[in-house]
């Protein structure tokens, strides 16, 4: 990722450097949030608690912005299906025939209706195996598919909006989302996909014995981006990061209409969360680096000038200029 620009001084911070805006008819209504610091934007949409809102921009504010780029692949062979596990790797499981790769023109109609957000990813190849274990009757009973998504980045970005953040996240892999018949994990530039096609306890321990295979057989980067491993967390649940760095991954990872209304440069990263809002709420909060402080307060204008109602000025109580934008009525 590209150095995100610098804070400058507490005093031009004092001076507007960062900016909020409220959307919303009083403080018990929920609020929509922008805010703006250097080339940070972040935002909270529809919270309830105006409180767990402010907490959240003031921690996240607070921080630096993360600097570190991103890594590179640490494999260098594109042979997907070199990962699949061979005949007799696990039990008595075989291939039922040789792993088959789709690449290219093949990959929309292999994908189906999943094509899109793949390739929003830059998914550049899949390989994928039907396993069946003789002592269970000799049918296809399992399922292996191996994305190669070109970087580290890219896998985590498609994992992270693909995981069920309420499922069981185990450590597979770098992670991996575990249900009842699937399990979803990435490491390095891949994210790969274990299914059993019928539940019982020989195929369920299977499930986890391919995946946690693979995991163990994919030696690369295991650190999610930095904008999500270095971004202050605790108001946020966990797992529940949907990474992004390009308008067609955003689209992905949100249907919040406002968040289509600012450019994405070459260079910016961002993500939505969900904010955790008292015991059982939660409301969807956003954080994006830009490249530079100019691309920022563009975006910023472009979601303040998007809050409906009436202005007022007002202390939001986080050291900094900010502005309420009241509800239409």
């Not at 001084?9 to 805010?35: E, F, M």
């Not at 809050?307 to 007022?312: F, N, Q, S």
Request: hydrophobic share 45%.
């Amino acid at each position: 990722m590209r150095r995100a620009q610098g804070l400058g001084s507490r005093a031009s911070l004092i001076a507007g450097l960062c900016c909020l805006v409220a959307a919303g008819c009083g403080d018990a209504t929920p609020t929509t949030s922008y805010a703006r610091q250097g080339s940070v934007v972040v935002g909270v949409f529809e919270c309830a608690d105006a409180a767990t809102a402010k907490a959240l921009l003031r921690e996240w504010l607070a921080a630096p912005a993360p600097r570190a780029a991103p890594q590179p692949s640490a494999i260098a062979s594109d042979d997907v299906a070199a990962l699949l596990p061979n005949d007799a790797a696990i039990g008595r499981w075989v291939a039922v025939a040789p792993p088959q790769v789709v690449a290219g023109d093949a990959l929309p109609l292999f994908l189906e209706q999943e094509a899109d957000q793949y390739a929003a990813f830059g998914v550049q190849r899949v390989g994928w195996a039907e396993y069946a274990n003789p002592m269970l009757g000799g049918r296809p009973m399992l399922r292996v598919d191996i994305y190669d998504m070109g970087s580290p980045e890219n896998a985590f970005g498609l994992y992270s909006q693909r995981r069920v953040a309420e499922g069981k996240i185990r450590g597979i892999g770098a992670e991996a989302s575990v249900g009842p018949r699937d399990v979803l994990a990435w490491v390095d530039r891949f994210v790969y996909s274990v299914t059993i096609f019928n539940y019982s306890t020989d195929t369920a321990e299977a499930l986890i014995e391919f995946a946690e295979r693979l995991g163990r057989s994919i030696d690369g980067v295991e650190s999610p981006p930095s904008l999500v491993t270095d971004t202050p967390s605790r108001h946020l649940m966990p797992f529940s990061h949907r990474w992004f760095r390009t308008p067609e991954q955003r689209a992905s990872a949100t249907r919040r209409a406002a968040m289509s209304l600012f450019s994405l440069p070459e260079g910016s990263r961002g993500f939505v969360a969900k904010a955790v809002v008292g015991e059982a709420g939660h409301a969807e909060a956003f954080y994006v680096a830009f490249p530079t402080e100019q691309a920022a307060a563009d975006a910023f204008a472009a979601l303040r000038g998007s809050a409906p109602g009436d202005t007022e000025a007002r202390d939001a109580g986080i050291g900094v200029e900010s502005v309420r934008f009241r509800s239409a009525r």
